[in-house]
T-cell receptor, first 118, second 110 residues
Framework: DAGVIQSPRHEVTEMGQEVTLRCKPI?????LFWYRQTMMRGLELLIY????????DSGMPEDRFSAKMPNASFSTLKIQPSEPRDSAVYFC????????????????FGPGTRLLVL | GQSLEQPSEVTAVEGAIVQINCTYQ??????LSWYQQHDGGAPTFLSY????GLEETGRFSSFLSRSDSYGYLLLQELQMKDSASYFC???????????FGPGTRLSVLP
């Protein structure tokens, strides 16, 4: 398997523009996660899906952020409008099952999208 | 809510053994995970402890004490390629999130 695929790998945009990040999970994985990583805040879980359904979006910073998973092989994270403080590395990850609990499954991360908002 | 504490940096020499500690505070507990991340790379899963005790995976081992809300990652026979950041992570029974610690940057010297 090719692993988790993310696009674009790098994105530079201007404040106020819409940004869409894309993710293709590993085939057969039922869980999909979106993370954000910055020096100041570390690695944060934004939202996760189980079987394409959003389960927990408590980490989404504000209404400017939205995530969708229209099918089992594709998810998007959208920021509209973008702001300089959104500059970060955004990771998508997937797993067969939850990466916690008695039946813990390994979570596999994609290479990340490096977003710079000017 | 949850909070985790890790040392910010650790330095050791090749061939040595190093221990990276993690203490956590959660309103419940559902397992402690460890991840490795090289500079510019993505986190990769290393180990998981749901119960007390030691889990061994090659040169890496992870330990958990639920009564002490404490765990550690033990790296043996250190190699230069082990230079990376190491994160512990937890989810608790009552929270709805999966929280990563601040990370420990390990530098392995020749």
């Amino acid at each position: 398997d090719a692993g988790v695929i993310q696009s674009p790998r790098h994105e530079v945009t201007e404040m106020g523009q819409e940004v869409t990040l894309r993710c293709k999970p590993i085939s057969g994985h039922d869980y999909l996660f979106w993370y954000r990583q910055t020096m100041m805040r570390g690695l944060e879980l934004l939202i996760y899906f189980n079987n394409n359904v959003p389960i927990d979006d408590s980490g989404m910073p504000e209404d400017r952020f939205s995530a969708k998973m229209p099918n089992a092989s594709f998810s998007t994270l959208k920021i509209q409008p973008s702001e300089p403080r959104d500059s970060a590395v955004y990771f998508c990850a997937s797993s067969l099952g939850p990466p916690w609990g008695e039946i813990q499954e390994t979570q596999y991360f994609g290479p990340g999208t490096r977003l710079l908002v000017l | 809510g949850q909070s985790l504490e890790q040392p910010s940096e650790v330095t050791a020499v090749e061939g040595a053994i190093v221990q990276i500690n993690c203490t956590y505070q959660t309103s419940g507990f559902y397992g402690l995970s460890w991840y490795q991340q090289h500079d510019g790379g993505a986190p990769t899963f290393l180990s998981y402890n749901a119960l007390d005790g030691l889990e061994e995976t090659g040169r890496f081992s992870s330990f958990l004490s639920r009564s002490d809300s404490y765990g550690y990652l033990l790296l043996q026979e250190l190699q230069m390629k082990d230079s990376a950041s190491y994160f512990c992570a937890v989810r608790d029974n009552y929270g709805q999130n999966f929280v990563f610690g601040p990370g420990t940057r390990l530098s392995v010297l020749p």
